[in-house]
């Protein structure tokens, strides 16, 4: 098996960004994936496993090794009843149409996920999320392939220690496990997630939604919202769209203890009720997006070559600039934030250097 080279990176990136990377592996099947993989650790050769490059940020400089991107693109159901169904989803199936289908039959459970960026492979990762939902809800099982044992093995929801954004793949530095297909357990006819008041607002007043009506017409409603706010926000990508050349929201939504809490509410002599948080399990979360504002970054801020979102102050776009820029905006913000109200924002999308 022989990788391609000099593969130019910015060409997948959703942000654009990004230098060559020396070798470039499209697998398909288990074997594949096996024979890149030994390719490379016969040639002492680095590699990273890759999905739709929607949370990856490559250096200008590229990158020195392999990148192995999955392409294997199953979608089986595994078992159904008269109210569940399981469906296994390869890891390089597309995220967006997965949720498409499973409106399609009649299955909630990702609804609210719709018009996110990426490969279903990548979805546990960051347990990705919106609108109140997020993939740890619905995933039953992940399998994947250990490079300590060289095996495929599965692991269940709660071995994936799924958080906010978090999983047990995100908190291992180096790569140990790839993630080979997700299962998921969605329910026939079940009620769309509505936490969000304005969401169901929204739905009932756009697109018809009927308390009644179970099933894919009340979800491709709830969908058909969730896609016009993204899009509102050009949060889908759409490489015509100068304000989605982004990773996404660039930063997490810190979690803070109280007396950091009471610290900034001095600091910008804000009243509580002004600010948009919500107590969490540790502690107090707020809003990263509004933050950045209240330090002084608005919609549209400009830096050189990439700046702020003017449709989402949380985005870092590419207005034709370098991951360089990218780097010294988000320290910028960072720099600013911690100095003004002692919080860490901590960025969302992956930096390879
Ligand atoms: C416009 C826009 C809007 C977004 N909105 C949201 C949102 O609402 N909510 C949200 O949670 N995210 C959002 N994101 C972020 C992003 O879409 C998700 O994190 C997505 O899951 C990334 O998928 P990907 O296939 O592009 O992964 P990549 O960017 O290619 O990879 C991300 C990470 O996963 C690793 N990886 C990828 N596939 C595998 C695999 N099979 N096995 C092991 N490791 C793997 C990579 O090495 C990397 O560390 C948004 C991004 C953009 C550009």
């Given amino acids: 098996m022989q990788p391609k080279k000099d593969v130019l990176i910015s060409k997948f990136s959703t942000i654009g960004l990004g230098g060559k990377a020396d070798y470039f592996f499209d697998v398909e099947s288990k074997v594949e994936l096996q024979k890149a993989i030994d390719w490379c650790t016969e040639q002492s050769i680095e590699f990273r496993i890759v999905g739709g490059f929607s949370n990856l940020l490559f250096s200008d400089h590229g990158y020195r ?7 294997n693109q199953d979608l089986e159901i595994t078992s159904k009843n008269d109210t569940h169904w399981q469906v296994r989803v390869d890891a390089g199936y597309e995220w967006d149409e997965f949720v498409s289908w499973a409106i399609s039959q009649d299955l909630a459970g990702t609804e609210c996920l719709s018009g996110i960026p990426g490969k279903v492979g990548a ?31 599965k ?15 995100k908190k291992s530095i180096n790569l140990t496990e790839i993630i080979w297909s997700v299962s998921f357990e969605l329910e026939l006819f079940g009620e769309p997630l509505m936490k969000y008041t304005d969401l ?21 409603a709830v969908r058909n ?26 930063f997490l939504n810190p ?3 109280k007396e950091s809490f009471d610290y900034m509410c001095e600091q910008l002599s804000a009243k509580k009720e002004d600010i948009p948080y919500f107590s969490v399990d540790n502690g107090i979360k707020i809003s990263a997006a509004w933050l950045i504002e209240q330090a002084g970054f608005k919609r549209g801020h400009q830096y050189r070559g990439v700046g702020l979102s003017e449709k989402h102050s949380l985005a870092i776009i590419n207005r034709g600039g370098s991951t360089k820029e990218v780097l010294e905006l988000a320290e ?13 924002l901590k960025p969302e999308p992956q930096h390879i250097p």
């Fill in 332 to 344: 910028a913000i960072q720099q600013t934030i911690h100095e003004k109200y002692k919080i860490k």
């Fill in 123 to 153: 979805s546990p990762i960051q347990n990705i999320g919106a609108y109140g939902q997020d993939v740890s809800k619905t995933i039953t099982e992940v399998e994947v392939y250990d490079l300590e044992s060289k095996n495929f093995k």
């Fill in 225 to 250: 919202t969730v896609l016009e706010i993204r899009k509102s926000k050009s949060m889908i990508y759409n490489p015509k769209d100068k304000n989605s050349r982004s990773l996404g929201s660039f």
């Fill in 255 to 257: 979690v803070v203890s």
């Fill in 200 to 220: 169901l607002k929204r739905a009932k007043s756009n697109h018809r939604y009927k308390q009644q009506a179970a099933g894919k017409e009340q979800l491709t």
């Fill in 65 to 71: 090794g392999a990148l192995i991107r999955l392409i």
């Fill in 155 to 169: 692991l269940s929801n709660s071995d994936c220690s799924f958080s906010y954004r978090n999983s047990r793949f």
